[in-house]
């Protein structure tokens, strides 16, 4: 850390010079332009940005499957506009893992292939994207993809079980989106501004968006189970659809919580939410009991039903400890 005494200059202006070292190795010199980025008591500065926009090379040799994906996720994630993914011969099934990973990304596009590279380039701009749209839509996706993954399993309908599972590609889609525009706010202070959402915020966002992504993948789960199993006898069936119900309402709290603009009324929803969530163990328990009296193939298969619907309340009440955060005071 370095100080600077402010000055006055020409009776009115104040100013303050630059660490020669920053100025150096950010290219800053006389005439350049810097930006100021003003957040409550702070100040940040950062050198003007240019409009060309990021781009970033990977060499994907002898990457395929899962991993060819994962490399293009991670490069569209940590903010590359123009991805460059390059071999010394791209083959078909290359080609096709890429364009498979691109239709899971909002706004990433193939815009050039040759027998030697792949170039990909996201057509959104970021200041058109909205945060706050985006975990309003992974809310209702993933917490409706949950009850009717319990549906399915009680009414063993294994057609409304594979619209479930089709429906968490959706919320990957936009969980992806949002850590994106995230790393890019860490990375940019620009980006903060021109998503008008403060840096905070935006950390409460992305943390909140990973919890409705797992709730999402548990209730891919269940939809999965369901293809395992037939009937549920209508005693156990009552008791997951009342189990389900507890399960969602700690996370539907939860997220009124943290989408509540008043600091009193978020904190007492999420204070809600969260003393939702131990009776839901009492609950569990009690399906448990009758399950274990099944054949054990059967109760086992239920038995993980029963633990998604859990784990969906213990993540509620981690985007209420997120609502919390959001609605406290700041020092």
């Given at each position: 850390?370095?100080?600077?005494?402010?000055?006055?200059?020409?009776?009115?202006?104040?100013?303050?010079?630059?660490?020669?070292?920053?100025?150096?190795?950010?290219?800053?010199?006389?005439?350049?332009?810097?930006?100021?980025?003003?957040?409550?008591?702070?100040?940040?500065?950062?050198?003007?940005?240019?409009?060309?926009?990021?781009?970033?090379?990977?060499?994907?040799?002898g990457l395929e499957g899962d991993q060819l994906t994962r490399a293009v996720m991670t490069m569209y994630v940590s903010g590359f506009d123009i991805?460059?993914?390059?071999?010394?011969?791209?083959?078909?099934?290359?080609?096709?893992?890429?364009?498979?990973?691109?239709?899971?990304?909002?706004?990433?596009?193939?815009?050039?292939?040759?027998?030697?590279?792949?170039?990909?380039?996201?057509?959104?701009?970021?200041?058109?994207?909205?945060?706050?749209?985006?975990?309003?839509?992974?809310?209702?996706?993933?917490?409706?993809?949950?009850?009717?993954?319990?549906?399915?399993?009680?009414?063993?309908?294994?057609?409304?079980?594979?619209?479930?599972?089709?429906?968490?590609?959706?919320?990957?889609?936009?969980?992806?989106?949002?850590?994106?525009?995230?790393?890019?706010?860490?990375?940019?202070?620009?980006?903060?501004?021109?998503i008008g959402l403060p840096r905070e915020t935006c950390f409460d966002y992305q943390s909140s968006a990973r919890q409705l992504e797992r709730i999402?993948?548990?209730?891919?789960?269940?939809?999965?189970?369901?293809?395992?199993?037939?009937?549920?006898?209508?005693?156990?069936?009552?008791?997951?659809?009342?189990?389900?119900?507890?399960?969602?309402?700690?996370?539907?709290?939860?997220?009124?919580?943290?989408?509540?603009?008043?600091?009193?009324?978020?904190?007492?929803?999420?204070?809600?939410?969260?003393?939702?969530?131990?009776?839901?163990?009492?609950?569990?328990?009690?399906?448990?009991?009758?399950?274990?009296?099944?054949?054990?193939?059967?109760?086992?298969?239920?038995?993980?039903?029963?633990?998604?619907?859990?784990?969906?309340?213990?993540?509620?009440?981690?985007?209420?400890?997120?609502?919390?955060?959001?609605a406290a005071p700041r020092p």
């Amino acid at each position: 850390m370095e100080t600077r005494k402010v000055q006055v200059t020409g009776g009115s202006t104040y100013t303050v010079s630059l660490p020669k070292d920053w100025a150096t190795e950010n290219d800053v010199s006389a005439g350049s332009v810097v930006e100021f980025h003003a957040e409550d008591d702070s100040l940040l500065l950062s050198p003007k940005q240019g409009e060309e926009r990021t781009e970033g090379t990977l060499d994907v040799s002898g990457l395929e499957g899962d991993q060819l994906t994962r490399a293009v996720m991670t490069m569209y994630v940590s903010g590359f506009d123009i991805i460059t993914l390059e071999t010394p011969r791209v083959s078909a099934q290359q080609r096709r893992t890429v364009r498979q990973a691109t239709q899971g990304l909002v706004g990433l596009e193939v815009i050039e292939e040759t027998s030697e590279r792949v170039v990909l380039q996201d057509l959104l701009d970021s200041s058109e994207l909205s945060v706050h749209n985006a975990i309003t839509r992974m809310r209702l996706v993933a917490l409706t993809m949950l009850s009717d993954a319990v549906d399915a399993l009680v009414e063993n309908d294994d057609d409304l079980a594979h619209d479930v599972r089709e429906r968490d590609d959706d919320v990957d889609r936009l969980w992806y989106m949002i850590s994106r525009v995230f790393r890019s706010v860490l990375r940019d202070p620009t980006a903060a501004s021109q998503i008008g959402l403060p840096r905070e915020t935006c950390f409460d966002y992305q943390s909140s968006a990973r919890q409705l992504e797992r709730i999402a993948d548990h209730a891919s789960k269940i939809a999965r189970l369901t293809l395992e199993v037939g009937d549920v006898p209508e005693d156990i069936g009552d008791g997951l659809h009342e189990l389900r119900e507890e399960a969602l309402a700690v996370p539907e709290t939860a997220m009124d919580a943290l989408l509540e603009d008043d600091s009193d009324e978020a904190t007492r929803l999420a204070t809600e939410a969260r003393s939702r969530i131990r009776p839901i163990d009492d609950s569990a328990r009690e399906i448990d009991d009758l399950i274990h009296q099944m054949d054990s193939q059967t109760a086992q298969v239920l038995g993980l039903v029963v633990d998604s619907l859990s784990r969906t309340a213990d993540y509620g009440g981690n985007i209420a400890e997120s609502a919390l955060q959001k609605a406290a005071p700041r020092p």
